[in-house]
T-cell receptor, first 117, second 111 residues
Framework: GAGVSQSPSNKVTEKGKDVELRCDPI?????LYWYRQSLGQGLEFLIY????????KSGLPSDRFSAERTGGSVSTLTIQRTQQEDSAVYLC???????????????FGPGTRLTVL | DQQVKQNSPSLSVQEGRISILNCDYT??????FLWYKKYPAEGPTFLIS?????DKNEDGRFTVFLNKSAKHLSLHIVPSQPGDSAVYFC??????????FGTGTSLTVIP
């Protein structure tokens, strides 16, 4: 379909390894968001890309986390030297990026479940 | 600092009755509010929204109410159906298109 896709759907890694999570937003959506949902927690904002503007990185929990968005489309979230507390579902969402009802609605991907052993 | 709060982690309602999910926020500069529904192992899906210039928006069985003076938002589902069982997140958006989500309320509709 034409929705937001994320890969992999599940990732199990060992503590200290690096991981890359991928997000393919809906074509034409200029805004892209990464969130994290830990067990029993709400959606924790990580980073926000809007068009060609500098990303809003205010939600990244540490400098081990980084993200990029190439060509205004696909985004990769990288976690270096993973820790057990990084275990969570990582969700990506995209939107038209325009303020107001029809522009603000976010469409979420199915998420990547990351388990750090 | 949690700018959007959902103080009830769970709610159980009989089928056919009204479900009321509540949400409070702290920032009076939010100009748009949304509700999302999330099933296990899936990403959240958009349900209904309301602009800060309105106090009510209705879509079928779903109605969202906004009380700006109280900084309070609620979602009413009438009548509730078993398929409505899910986690519901409220979200607030500022003019910079930054989203703030609540921690979610797990709704169980009992047949």
């Amino acid at each position: 379909g034409a929705g937001v896709s994320q890969s992999p759907s599940n990732k199990v890694t060992e503590k200290g390894k690096d991981v890359e999570l991928r997000c393919d937003p809906i074509s034409g959506h200029t805004a892209l968001y990464w969130y994290r949902q830990s067990l029993g927690q709400g959606l924790e904002f990580l980073i926000y890309f809007q068009g060609n503007s500098a990303p809003d990185k205010s939600g990244l929990p540490s400098d081990r986390f980084s993200a990029e968005r190439t060509g205004g489309s696909v985004s990769t979230l990288t976690i270096q030297r993973t820790q057990q507390e990084d275990s969570a579902v990582y969700l990506c969402a995209s939107s038209l990026g325009i303020s107001g009802s029809w522009g603000s609605e976010q469409f979420f991907g199915p998420g990547t479940r990351l388990t750090v052993l | 600092d949690q700018q959007v709060k959902q103080n009830s982690p769970s709610l159980s309602v009989q089928e056919g009755r009204i479900s009321i999910l509540n949400c409070d926020y702290t920032n009076s500069m939010f100009d748009y509010f949304l509700w999302y529904k999330k099933y296990p192992a899936e990403g959240p899906t958009f349900l209904i929204s309301i602009s800060s210039i309105k106090d009510k928006n209705e879509d079928g069985r779903f109605t969202v109410f906004l009380n700006k003076s109280a900084k309070h938002l609620s979602l009413h589902i009438v009548p509730s159906q078993p398929g409505d069982s899910a986690v519901y997140f409220c979200a607030a958006v500022n003019t910079g298109n930054q989203f703030y989500f609540g921690t979610g309320t797990s709704l169980t509709v009992i047949p």
